[in-house]
């Protein structure tokens, strides 16, 4: 029997295949790529390519492509064969260092944001070195980053890598200060945890609006919901099984650590967490990981959806980004240290982050607004769309103690002073599970729940990243050349608690009082929907420390903001045209047949006997004539209200008619036909219930 060791990361050119299959002064050289950034000429490309091909070739692979991110949220890839002619009349397989160093995808037909001018159709992908080239089918993927030819970058992957490097540079600053000089580099890491929904096949293709939405935009309660909490951590059916044996094999032959899987608290709902990697590669994998469970649900005639809310009054899925700060040496910068000096510069980093999350709650919450995650957010399942962060009793009670000079409660009495005390151990089990809160410290990382099961998390990461390495610069700003370090720290740190303490949270963030709290009297900021808070991106504060550290210039932000709410734009217009569709030419003709069949009913009753009272069908058929009515008026408003779009000046005052007018029709559009489904004899109804879906799978 084959072992997971035989075959993990088989389809992965990673250091050990680089290491058998590159001679030495190459392998050295790419490592330093890899590892440094350093250059790479194009003698070494060719090696490596050659290399490349040789191993692809042999695991069956006749393709190459550059493997990319676009700002579609999904990855793309243009196949080009491996084959070139020979004299002979043959082929021979061919890949040199340009074509792996470098493509040029037509970029005419990605979205852009008006950054590329229409003449300007090309774009090229860079290969993304830091990233194991893989294969997938039969072909070799190469992770590449991909720019338009004026340098402007149209993908995820390209600020996200910025952003590390912002990281990386101001994070090595305040290691000096402390001291460390043989740290090389800093770098993030992520390891998100993936909610998605499984449900069979058969009951997807009977629903026009999860195969056009991803969502269920009509239904009405089931009888069971979740209710019962018999779901979370139950018993995994057989061919939930069979399928998450399946899609852990596969990941594994990618890499891809898939560490933990269980059922989630809605029915027919799962989770899967990787163990956590170098943030941009738990990009990639993460971006594989959505599309290969895509693709393994299908083969078990099952149909894994990834939306934020596929059915209303059911939790919706989310992701976790578990996200930490470690140096290559393998130091976690947020994890409170053996020595006192190690304390303090914990406690530096974590009141950076601290600081990073007030100082850009706007830009944490614009990272993960769509128009799915607009559901969720608020919605008591998930984190409200107020950002504030959980650090636990015991370091909270720490920052106290120094923000107030008084002695620290712990476990033993101690008067703080940075980099002289030693900090009590916070033990892991000690940070409290709080599950309520957006950003919450779990020992040695935070973890930000606010993420949408399909987001990419490069959104969430670049921003992290960048708003941390700002606190940090400003830190090491202030501290490099100070004459008593230990002093100047420990009174930075005394005032970004005090500065940004009304950004900890730790009491219940499901809580409306808490909201009333955060806004009215904490000056939180509380952006309910896309439409609220995309403006923002590009508010002075943000662009400044955004383009400040290289992350995006000023062109790729409007660009951004144009594609972010055009993505939002065109999901809510799909739903409303779905709806209209379904409700006119499903719904209304179920309800109308069934009524007809219910008057009817009356009618041959009567006929027998004239003195029936038929209360039943009057009752029915009333209701149901009544309902129809307002289906149909509600349909038509809900197309002309989509229609007068087209009056809209902008996207963003598009995207604010979207909010104020379609998405209530939308609402009363599916509360007359839910009403009706409740009514309707369940062989007229059109499609599969809740109930028929949400337990569909045996
Ligand atoms: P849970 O949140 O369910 O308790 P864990 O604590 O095991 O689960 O971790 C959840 C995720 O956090 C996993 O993907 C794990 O690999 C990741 N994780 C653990 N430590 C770190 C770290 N230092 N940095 C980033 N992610 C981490
Ligand atoms: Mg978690």
Redesign the pocket.
Known sequence: MKTISDYFGSLVFDDRVMKSSLPTDVYETLKKTIDVGEQLDISVANAVADAMKDWAVSKGATHFTHWFQPLTGITAEKHDSFISPSPDGGVIMEFSGKELIKGEPDASSFPSGNLRATFEARGYTAWDPTSYAFIKGKTLCIPTAFCSYGGEALDKKTPLLRSMEALNKQALRILRLFGNESAKYVRS?????QEYFLITKEMYDKRPDLQFTGRTLFGAKPPKGQEMDDHYFGVIKPRVAAFMEELNEELWKLGILA??EHNEVAPAQHEL????TTTNIATDHNQLTMEIMQKVANKHGLVCLLHEKPFAGVNGSGK?N???I?TDTGQ?L?SPGETPYENAQFLLFLCAVIKAVDDYQDLLRISVATAGNDHRLGANEAPPAVVSMFLGDELNAVLEAIENDTPYEGTKKTQMKLGVDVLPKFNRDNTDRNRTSPFAF?G??F?FRMLGSSNSIACTNIMLNAAVAESLKIYADRLEGVEDFSTSLHEMIKKTIKDHKHIIFNGNGYDDNWIKEATEKRGLLNYRTTPDCMPHLLDKKNVDMLTGHGVFSIPELRSRYEIMLENYCKAVVIEANTMVSMAKTQIAPAVESYSVHVAKAANTKRAMDASIPCEYECKIVKKLSALLDRISIKADELEDAVLSLDEAEDIGSESVMIRDNILGLMGELRLACDEAETITAKKYWPFPTYGDILFSVK
Do not use: D, F, Q, R
């Open positions: 890491s992520v390891g998100p945890e560490k933990t967490a990787p163990i956590y976790h578990n996200w930490s470690a976690n947020l779990t040695n990382k973890e």
